[in-house]
């Protein structure tokens, strides 16, 4: 997996709609794209969700970052190490490292008053 990196501007990603449980059943139901028969609109509302699931993807790395640097941080009494947080992860160690300094960067980025 590449190194996580943090982009400066941020995407405004589609609203993700509501997906009833029956039609997530339906293997060919995604979003209501199967709806769509004009090719134009087809493709903006899929470039939309790809670009949604890009920024909820790279949001949700920086939070996953963020909880491996707090867990590993050695002023917690019940701190973690990078192979525990690897394993809860289902991270390699060498990984886990990365993700935690990548996660104390995103802490000193954010100021004092967050960390």
């Given at each position: ?12 990603p589609?609203?993700?709609l509501?997906?009833?449980s029956?039609?997530?059943?339906d293997p060919?139901?995604f979003?209501?794209?199967?709806s ?6 087809l ?10 699931f890009r920024?909820a993807?790279?949001r949700?790395v920086e939070?996953q970052a ?6 590993a941080?050695?002023?917690r ?6 192979a525990?947080?690897?394993?809860r992860a289902e991270w ?9 300094e ?7 980025e954010?100021g004092?008053?967050q960390?």
């Amino acid at each position: 997996m590449a190194e996580p990196e943090r982009t400066e501007r941020r995407l405004r990603p589609a609203p993700l709609l509501f997906e009833p449980s029956e039609a997530v059943t339906d293997p060919e139901h995604f979003f209501d794209l199967e709806s769509i028969d004009d090719p134009r609109e087809l493709l903006t509302r899929a470039t939309e969700l790809t670009l949604a699931f890009r920024a909820a993807q790279e949001r949700a790395v920086e939070f996953q970052a963020l909880a491996a640097a707090q867990l590993a941080d050695p002023r917690r009494f019940d701190r973690l190490s990078p192979a525990a947080i690897a394993a809860r992860a289902e991270w390699t160690e060498d990984y886990a490292r990365k993700m935690i300094e990548f996660g104390e960067s995103l802490q000193r980025e954010s100021g004092p008053e967050q960390a």
